[in-house]
């Protein structure tokens, strides 16, 4: 009877999509990793405000431009998403705020000057090479358009020996700026040119060097901003965060289980209400790996509120089937058709509560997802990951796994 009741419950098609799920979810997990959020793999986070609200076209050559900065750079795990109006949210790892908030906090307006006459400026350059080091000096090479190079022949002509300073910012790049070679100075349109510049140490030099070449490659900024905050999480605490987590989540299923054996008295209904919760995790993972959607606190507790409302909603339905009271009418058929019947209605009525009640709390959920995405990583918008993480996990649970579990009382507590 056991045997003929497990094969039933294993041909069932929402159970095949279970495990099917399941096996899928770890093979995207093992292939696309897990996104971790600052609070788990360590980073920076930096707030940039912008000196005036922008439009969204506006906001879009900001982010880029950081972005590219930034990649550049050679900074790594670089998220650039705006936030509002006015604010520009950056996540970094391995790197503390300090080391990159004068690369991205400035503008980068580059001007070359003769004297008080500005003979190029950073919509000129076509094209910027790779930087060269000699010892403690370094070189950008870097090509103008056809008109700047003629522009600059015109201006340049018969100044030779005078000082060419070269300008970030409307900071001075090198404070012993270079001669107008005779070269330059014939009034012949060149297009190759270089900024130069020298440092203390070798080490300082390709630094420099490295900022000088990053904001020529990316252009400038269309408004001036500055860093309004920052906050940095050492990799160590976030590893201490996820252990704290797994450890927490361990303890758990632990006193889930115990709950459930004392309630019941029924030791068979543990194991499918503790393997459903852990095949939901392992679906919204799969899932979150496959979107490439970060996993941060914010998200673990999202994830832990979907595992608790499944549980409560199992309950639900092992409740609705076990309180209906025994008919010893009629022959022994005739009853455990009755008994299936009232299975049947009772896992129906308890699913139409379970739908209902997910309902009601996704539309709770929709409006803090729409606020935390249109603000960002900021205020209100951290929460967007609890929102969206708990909407997937109530999704796959009504979808997927309650509906197994009630396939699994149906059958086996007929």
């Given at each position: 009877?056991?045997s ?24 995207c997990i ?18 940039l ?22 990649n ?8 650039v ?9 950056v ?31 950073g ?115 976030g590893?201490?965060?996820?252990n ?55 998200a ?10 499944g ?104």
């Amino acid at each position: 009877m056991v045997s003929r009741d497990f094969s039933k419950f294993i041909k069932d098609k929402q159970v095949i999509l279970l495990f099917a799920l399941v096996l899928a979810s770890i093979l995207c997990i093992s292939v696309f990793g897990i996104s971790q959020g600052l609070d788990l793999k360590g980073g920076s986070l930096l707030q940039l405000q912008l000196d005036q609200p922008v439009d969204k076209a506006t906001m879009d050559v900001v982010t880029t431009v950081i972005d590219k900065r930034l990649n550049l750079y050679g900074v790594k795990d670089v998220k650039v998403r705006s936030s509002g109006e006015q604010l520009v949210i950056v996540e970094m790892a391995d790197v503390t705020p300090d080391e990159i908030a004068r690369l991205i906090g400035s503008p980068g307006s580059f001007e070359a000057k003769i004297g008080n006459v500005t003979v190029l400026s950073g919509s000129d350059i076509e094209s910027v090479e790779m930087f060269t080091l000699e010892d403690t000096s370094w070189h950008v090479p870097f090509h103008i358009t056809p008109s700047a190079a003629k522009k600059f022949a015109e201006l340049a002509k018969g100044k030779e020996g005078e000082d060419v300073g070269m300008f970030l910012d409307g900071k001075l790049i090198d404070e012993e700026p270079p001669k107008l070679s005779s070269e330059l100075a014939n009034g012949v349109a060149v297009s190759e040119l270089e900024v130069t510049g020298g440092e203390d140490t070798r080490e300082a030099a390709q630094t420099k060097a490295n900022e000088v070449y990053t904001v020529l490659k990316t252009g400038s900024l269309p408004v001036k901003l500055h860093v309004a905050g920052s906050s940095t999480i050492s990799p160590e605490l976030g590893q201490q965060f996820l252990n704290g987590t797994l450890i927490a989540g361990f303890l758990a299923i632990l006193v889930i289980a115990l709950i459930i054996f004392i309630r019941y008295k029924k030791a068979i209904l543990v194991g499918p209400i503790i393997l459903t919760s852990i095949s939901e995790i392992i679906i919204v993972m799969g899932i979150a790996s496959i979107i490439h959607w970060n996993i941060d606190l914010a998200a673990i507790v999202g994830l832990i509120a979907s595992i608790g409302t499944g549980v409560d909603d199992q309950i639900i339905i092992t409740d609705e089937v076990l309180s209906k009271t025994e008919d010893e009418e009629g022959t022994k058929q005739s009853r455990l058709r009755r008994r299936l019947t009232r299975t049947r209605l009772s896992v129906k009525n308890a699913l139409f509560i379970i739908f209902a009640s997910a309902g009601t709390l996704i539309a709770a959920m929709l409006p803090l997802t729409y606020v935390g995405f249109s603000r960002g990583a900021s205020g209100i918008g951290v929460l967007s990951g609890f929102a969206f993480t708990t909407i997937l996990g109530i999704l796959v649970g009504v979808l997927i796994t309650r509906p197994v579990y009630a396939k699994f009382i149906e059958i086996f507590l007929k």
